[in-house]
């Protein structure tokens, strides 16, 4: 890897964390509304996991998609617009947090029915496995959407048909406030591909380079004809589900804890220590990134809102 | 009488049917150490315990289809599907199961079942979340829908769903859960298929339930200081659907509004409105008029969604353009 490349990485995940700490303000402000699901904790997963894509690869995830979305390309000022439910967001102000898709960037959604878009990834592994392109479909999603139905007829069919697709559950260790144990009949989630005899293995979340070579020796197997796999990433959310959520079912300790595993902090140590990168070198993209948030809030403060006369636009395709 | 709210009224009524019988048990996602997701449940998992208030993983249709079981058994299971959106993913059980298993063998099998949910939009959650489909459940014979509109009429409901031995879908409105209403203390019992006159009036008969009874009284307040007296009839349960209550006010006044949150087509409105003409075509005096949302999947923007959703003001012109 260049050290380009290592510090894109670092570019992303910082981006990522100070959109988000920016959306939580805004949230407090009134300006953005809805459910605001954080990806605080987990920026090493689709980092790491959507680093390893080739742009014909697809992506598609559930509700806790800002990061997904920054990783996949969209810029952050579309990202930030969106959140303020504005004309010029990615989804025109129509999706809010839960739903930010744009399928010229091959990032096929957040889908906030847990567990619904499973199904839909095999199917978009199909429309490539029909046209021949040499491409895979990369479907995240969370611990507790492992217990719906969903989520075990996606999977069954797609080694059925020998689908290409890499299916990732994010392991933060709660579904809202229920942890994997008392909702899951096995902690170790990737067990439950096993029973689809699908190759799958776990990898430190928190590693956004582990996650990452991870995700490239799997991805380049499936595109070679394995079929499907399973990649666990074992991560933690620092927030709350959503905001406002009173955290009841778990210790401040434990929060605590993960928080001394934090992804960002992990990957400096790690630059530093590989000599991939300076403090001087992150330190310009911190910077960067201030700029980049800057310019983002003041495009999204001044993007007009959707004209009232759009709002049937788009119920149906015109014929 | 205190005054509580929404909220308390059903939470009242959960915690004193559970204390009264042990056969009954609560289930569903969030509803134990959370609490509840809309707080409904709060302190239930310490009082009566994981045994009667179960966590269950994000399995909507193994929630409804268990409980059905449970129910069969004699248990009394109160199952919590999070929001209505997420009954889709148990429509199976709900439709195929529930609503059929009393008459498909032949009167043997009871379902003491009820299935708490929680309905409508304007809380900027887009279209997977915002639905008000309520309309859709009414379809079915077999399964019972309630849909309070007022703190009395949810607990009242609420112990008579969970005393019924009927599949009872209780809908619960999303943005109804700090409305305050005076509620009777104890054994306060509303029966299930009974509509009610909220407000009585002689000039015009609104017909609507849950939200948009809020709506439909706020609505006659304004009309009443422009001199239009309306009587407000709130329907309370869509299935079995009791007439008796709208026949009468119409006979009276020979106009109507019908108000409900969810889309017009195939809607609460239509199936109101063609009974009114199918009982009372004699004394129409001015076509029926259906206030609705927009035939739209609900956006998040905020003025977009507020747009698409029925308003106190769309009650107020309908209103005036039946007079
Ligand atoms: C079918 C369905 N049921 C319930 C919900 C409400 N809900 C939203 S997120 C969530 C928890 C999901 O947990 P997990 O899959 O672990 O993802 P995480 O939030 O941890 O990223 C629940 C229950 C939903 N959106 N869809
Ligand atoms: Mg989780």
Not at chain 1, 94 to 103: K, L, P, T, V
């Amino acid at each position: 890897m260049q050290k380009k490349e290592y510090l894109e990485l670092y570019h992303q995940m910082v981006l990522i964390r100070r959109l988000e700490e920016k959306a939580a303000e805004l949230y407090q402000d009134g300006k953005v509304g809805g459910f605001l699901h954080l990806y605080i904790g987990q920026e090493a997963v689709s980092t790491g996991i959507i680093s390893a894509r080739k742009p014909i690869d697809r992506v598609i995830t559930a509700y806790r998609d800002h990061g997904v979305a920054i990783n996949s390309g969209i810029p952050v000022k579309r990202v930030l617009a969106e959140l303020e439910g504005k004309a010029t967001g990615v989804s025109g102000g129509r999706g809010g947090s839960m739903h930010m898709a744009d399928i010229s960037l091959n990032y096929w959604g957040g889908h906030a029915i847990v567990g619904s878009h499973i199904p839909l990834a095999a199917g978009l592994a199909l429309g490539d496995q029909y046209a021949g392109n040499p491409a895979v479909t990369i479907a995240l999603f969370g611990d507790g959407a492992t217990n719906i139905g969903y989520f075990h007829e996606g999977l069954n069919l797609s080694k059925v048909w020998n689908l290409p697709v890499l299916w990732v559950c994010e392991n933060n260790e709660y579904g809202m406030g229920t942890s994997v144990p008392r909702a899951s009949a096995v902690s170790d989630i990737r067990q439950k591909a096993i029973g689809y005899g699908m190759p799958n293995r776990a990898v430190d979340g928190m590693d956004v380079l582990a996650v990452r070579a991870a995700a490239e020796e799997m991805i380049e197997q499936i595109r070679a004809g394995s079929g499907p796999q399973f990649l666990e990433a074992n991560t933690y959310r620092f927030r709350g589900h959503s905001m406002g959520d009173p955290e009841r079912y778990r210790k401040q300790e434990e929060v605590r804890q993960w928080e001394e595993d934090d992804p960002i902090g992990n990957y400096q140590k790690k630059l530093i220590s590989g000599r991939h990168a300076t403090k001087a070198d992150m330190d310009a993209i911190e910077k960067q990134v201030d700029d980049e948030i800057a310019e983002a809030i003041e495009f999204a403060e001044n993007s007009p809102e959707p004209a009232l006369d759009t709002l049937f636009d788009n119920v149906y395709v015109e014929e | 009488m205190a005054k509580i709210t929404m909220r308390e009224a059903i939470s009242q009524a959960l915690w004193e049917e559970m204390e009264r019988d042990p056969k009954i048990f609560i289930m569903g996602e969030e509803v134990g150490v959370w609490g509840g997701s809309y707080a409904v449940t709060r302190g239930f998992y310490d009082h009566f315990g994981a045994n009667r208030v179960k966590d269950t993983p994000i399995s909507e249709s193994a929630i409804v289809g268990s409980a059905i079981g449970a129910a069969l058994t004699g248990l009394r299971p109160v199952a919590e599907i999070m929001t209505i959106n997420f009954a889709f993913s148990a429509m199976d059980h709900i439709v195929n199961e529930s609503a059929k298993l009393h008459y498909m063998f032949n009167g043997q099998m009871r379902l003491p079942l009820v299935i708490r949910t929680v309905s409508g939009g304007g809380r900027q959650l887009a279209a997977t979340h915002s639905q008000t489909p309520d309309a859709i459940f009414a379809h079915f014979p077999g399964l019972t829908v309630v849909a309070p509109g007022t703190p009395a009429d949810a607990k009242g409901l609420l112990k008579a769903a969970i005393r019924s031995d009927n599949p009872v879908l209780f809908i619960e409105s999303a943005t109804l859960y700090q409305l305050r209403g005076e509620v009777p203390e104890g054994d306060y019992i509303v029966p299930l298929g009974k509509s009610t006159v909220q407000r009585p009036g002689k000039d015009v008969t609104i017909v609507t339930y849950s939200k948009m009874l809020d709506y439909s009284l706020k609505a006659a307040d304004q009309l009443a200081s422009e001199g239009i007296d309306a009587e407000v009839v709130d329907l309370r349960s869509l299935r079995p659907l009791d007439m008796v209550p709208v026949i009468e006010s119409f006979k009276k006044t020979n106009r109507a509004v019908i108000a409900e949150e969810g889309w017009k087509s195939y809607g609460v409105g239509a199936e109101v409105s063609a009974r009114i003409y199918e009982e009372a075509f004699d004394y129409v005096d001015a076509p029926i008029k259906r206030v609705a949302q927009k035939e739209v999947p609900l956006p998040y923007n905020r003025n977009l969604e507020q747009a698409a959703l029925p308003q106190i003001a769309d009650i107020v012109a309908a209103v005036k353009e039946v007079m």
